[in-house]
């Protein structure tokens, strides 16, 4: 089975924007399950040697991770916040459906344009996920008057607009060039993107394999380096 590359533009992207930590903690939790469960992932394409490949992917980028420089450069400056704004897009995205749900389940038109079904799983990518927030953003615009009273306030847009601001501000307008870094930092970049495709893949592999045992499924899963910070839907006095 020949996998999916991305453009090593994006494989750096996505390296700029997960930091080594929480990536390092998942990637060596998914390991240890891939390692108990490789007989049935197997089956779905997965390597027999995968738990040994992640491993050896895992301790390169921790012995990169020692030099100090590459700690310094875990992420680049402008996009030291990018993961939280993220985490609060997926949190805003749960809260929208939930928000839809109210008042449209029976107008499946209207509520594909406001939420695919799991929009907080979407790809790490940062350019996807505010490609799809905004899809969202004007989605809920368009729907405000039908769902005003089930919780889309003025508020909540504005919440949503706002994180959509602040994660173009973080990606800027293109993806970064390898000239923009210097060779460390390329590496370590690069050998972080391949990292975190190389654990997601995983994940999907588990929860694919173990779709019908939910308790087994739910271990397969990035929430150390995708969290979502769920956004309210009424404010405080009113919850």
């Known amino acids: ?3 999916y590359r991305p453009p090593d533009r994006v494989i750096m992207a996505l390296g700029t924007t997960h930091r080594a930590e929480p990536l390092l903690k998942a990637g060596t939790r998914i390991q240890d399950l891939i390692t108990r469960d490789i007989p049935v992932l197997h089956k779905l394409g997965v390597p027999t040697d995968e738990p040994l490949a ?12 020692k030099d100090p420089r590459a700690q310094k ?3 680049p ?6 993961g939280e704004i993220m985490a609060q897009i997926r949190g805003w995205f749960v809260s929208l459906r939930l928000v839809g749900a109210l008042n449209l389940s029976t107008d499946a038109p209207s509520l594909n344009r406001l939420a695919s079904p799991t929009p907080e799983l979407a ?20 729907l405000k008057p039908r769902l005003q009273d089930a919780g889309m306030s003025r508020t909540f847009l504005s919440r949503g607009r706002k994180l959509s601001s602040q994660l173009k501000t973080a990606i800027g307008p293109k993806d970064f060039e390898p000239s923009d870094f210097s060779l460390l930092q390329r590496r370590l970049y690069m050998r972080k993107g391949l990292l975190y495709l190389r654990v997601k893949r995983a994940t999907r592999a588990g929860k694919a394999a173990f779709i019908t045992a939910p308790e087994r499924a739910r271990q ?3 929430r150390e380096v995708e969290p979502i910070r769920v956004i309210p839907i009424l404010p405080p006095n009113n919850s």
């Open 1 to 3: 089975m020949v996998v």
């Open 54 to 65: 992640l491993k050896e992917h895992l301790q390169e980028v921790q012995r990169m991770f």
């Open 73 to 75: 450069h875990d992420t």
């Open 77 to 82: 400056l402008q996009m030291a916040e990018a």
């Open 123 to 142: 790809e790490g990518y940062a350019r996807d996920l505010l490609a799809e927030l905004d899809q969202r953003l004007q989605a809920a615009a368009d």
């Open 220 to 222: 397969y899963h990035m």
